[in-house]
Nanobody, 124 residues
């Protein structure tokens, strides 16, 4: 069992940066690959980035590649998403999730545990 709590969202101007954090509880946190997803009003939840359980492998959605960096600190049970050069289309609720073994990083179906989300609003 893993509990996840996101923080770090807020309102930022176009071109600005934010660092999202995800605090995890549970002794098995370090065994899970972790992902960030986002959901804008009226849209489906979409993949943003993911990182393997040891942190050696990362994947990104094309829409954020080059602007976002996912990282983790297993000693602190934390996952981070650094977002730069933010655009109005990045406005969404951002969710942290823990992935089950196997399956694609990109599908929400392969993530067993979710946080409550943190709102990111980018003003133009």
């Amino acid at each position: 069992q893993v509990q996840l709590v996101e923080s770090g969202g807020g309102v930022v101007q176009c071109g600005g940066s934010l660092r999202l954090s995800c605090a995890a509880s549970g002794r098995t946190f370090s065994t899970y690959a972790m992902g960030w997803f986002r959901q804008a009003p009226g849209k489906e939840r979409e993949f943003v980035a993911a990182i393997s359980w040891i942190g050696g492998s990362t994947v990104y959605a094309d829409s954020v590649k080059g602007r976002c960096t996912i990282s983790r600190d297993n000693a602190k049970n934390m996952v981070y998403l650094q977002m730069n050069s933010l655009k109005p289309e990045d406005t969404a609720v951002y969710y942290c999730a823990a992935k089950v073994p196997g399956g694609s990083y990109y599908s929400t179906l392969n993530y067993a545990y979710w946080g409550q989300g943190t709102q990111v609003t980018v003003s133009s």
